[in-house]
T-cell receptor
């Protein structure tokens, strides 16, 4: 069945460092791909999305490119901030549900 | 309301006790979803409603889990005879029909079974 695999955390970086969180997927067809973020004490929020191969989703300085050839959707940010500390989930929709990865916790040190 | 509201935020239940978790979706959102998020894991689908109709309950882990949305708005997830493995955060989300990126999640109910 469809699935999403993302790198395990926690990931700890200093402020202004470059961030990559890896995500690969297994799916029939070419679904949309999402990154969700969960800040402490808050609900999941959609961070960005891409709907087809080679699409780049971007939001709040984060980017991810839908790579069909490597079945990947890695999340990147050029310069992280303390406020980016959260849990990040890679996800894909299938039928009436969303399939999530296990999440990657990110800690940014000032 | 402005967002999806879930109550209670925290619930501690003794093993064997029945619990009821409430979700108030965004007004006008036809679709409502329940997910279970175990510690250190991603959310996993439990069930889906479109208005009052429960269209998919394939994710409910056992017949101790029951969800309803009788008037197509507020939904309740009920767990009977709770067990320790039921300990998790239960997330509710609502959206307009057919809108994956319109999902709005609530903050969840953290259930701890002792």
């Amino acid at each position: 069945g469809d699935s999403v695999t993302q790198m395990e955390g926690p990931v700890t970086l200093s402020e202004e460092a470059f961030l990559t969180i890896n995500c690969t997927y297994t799916a029939t067809g070419y679904p949309s791909l999402f990154w969700y973020v969960q800040y402490p004490g808050e609900g999941l929020q959609l961070l960005l999305k891409a709907t087809k191969a080679d699409d780049k989703g971007s939001n709040k300085g984060f980017e991810a490119t839908y790579r069909k050839e490597t079945t990947s959707f890695h999340l990147e940010k050029g310069s992280v901030q303390v406020s980016d500390s959260a849990v990040y989930f890679c996800a894909l929709p299938r039928d009436d549900k969303i399939i999530f990865g296990k999440g990657t916790r990110l800690h940014i040190l000032p | 309301g402005a967002g999806v509201s879930q109550s209670p935020r925290y619930k501690v239940a003794k093993r064997g006790q029945d619990v009821a978790l409430r979700c108030d979706p965004i007004s006008g959102h036809v679709s409502l979803f329940w997910y279970q998020q175990a510690l250190g894991q991603g959310p996993e689908f439990l069930t889906y409603f479109q208005n009052e109709a429960q269209l998919d309950k394939s994710g409910l882990p056992s017949d101790r889990f029951f969800a309803e949305r009788p008037e197509g708005s507020v939904s309740t997830l009920k767990i009977q005879r709770t067990q320790q493995e039921d300990s998790a955060v239960y997330l509710c989300a609502s959206s307009l029909v057919g809108s994956y990126d319109g999902y709005t999640f609530g903050s969840g109910t953290r259930l701890t079974v002792v």
